[in-house]
């Protein structure tokens, strides 16, 4: 596990608090959020887990014309990056997204277009810490199982995830040799905050549906084994290898 502080974008991400719990013993770690003021449960629940220290900082995703400026400012404040973990993101609302295209266009932005952008601004502030250290960081990427094939229950969504998804394949292949370990997380269906309004509205889990502990153990396995990619849970692997050759006159009359 690479040593140093650990950056958590998306200071409210229960994925991402999840994996920063696992890893924070004995480090540092860098909460990013809005309204980084109201995280006090975050930075309770890092303290119990044995960081060393837990600080706040602001952090707007989709600010992408501030992102260089953070992350010289966190480098300057906190010195050495040891994981970055990008765990940000939003889930929207398909039937608004389809009447109000300024609301896909917000989930884009988020999702794909923002992470895009942190991402490359990590991999170069990580990449220039490791040369002088002569140490390795390590960045952690939050893909889905949705956009592995897109499905219309949720396209706007998933879209952004075979984005970003098709990104990241590329960006590791990019860092190899750099020292820069990538994980590349693909969860199925996570119950949690992030889907407990489509729980409430009737919608049922998914099968192979995990946890964020679940998600996150499983995170923090892959990244300390050195992995590029995880499966969440890795029968979903094999499953969409198959589900890539269902016809689309089928696929489409799936109900989710």
Do not use: C
């Amino acid at each position: 596990m690479p040593d140093g502080a650990v950056l958590l974008l998306g200071g409210r991400s229960e994925v991402g608090l999840e994996v920063a719990r696992r890893i924070a013993p004995g480090r540092d770690v860098v909460l990013a959020a809005r309204r980084s003021s109201d995280l006090d449960a975050q930075i309770e629940t890092l303290r119990a887990a044995g960081a060393t220290g837990v600080f706040p900082v602001e952090f707007d995703a989709d600010r992408t014309e501030q992102h260089g400026l953070f992350l010289d400012e966190v480098a300057d404040r906190f010195g050495r990056i040891g994981v970055a973990i990008v765990a940000f993101g939003i889930l929207g609302d398909q039937a608004r997204a389809e009447a109000d295209p300024t609301h896909a266009v917000q989930i884009a932005q988020t999702d794909y277009v923002a992470q895009v952008s942190i991402l490359l601004g990590l991999a170069n502030l990580v990449r220039e810490q490791d040369q002088r250290a002569g140490r390795r960081g390590a960045i952690i990427a939050f893909s889905s199982v949705a956009g592995v094939r897109v499905r219309k229950a949720n396209y706007v969504y998933g879209s952004t995830k075979a984005g970003l998804d098709g990104f990241v394949q590329g960006f590791t292949d990019s860092l190899h040799g750099s020292g820069i370990q990538v994980l590349l997380a693909r969860p199925g269906f996570i119950i949690g905050a992030m889907t407990r309004d489509l729980m409430a509205s009737g919608v049922t889990p998914a099968p192979f549906s995990r946890t964020a502990p679940q998600v996150a153990d499983a995170t923090v396995r892959a990244l300390r084994r050195g992995r590029r990619v995880v499966w969440i849970p890795p029968v979903l692997r094999p499953l969409y290898a198959g589900l890539r050759f269902v016809p689309q006159a089928v696929w489409r009359r799936l109900p989710r």
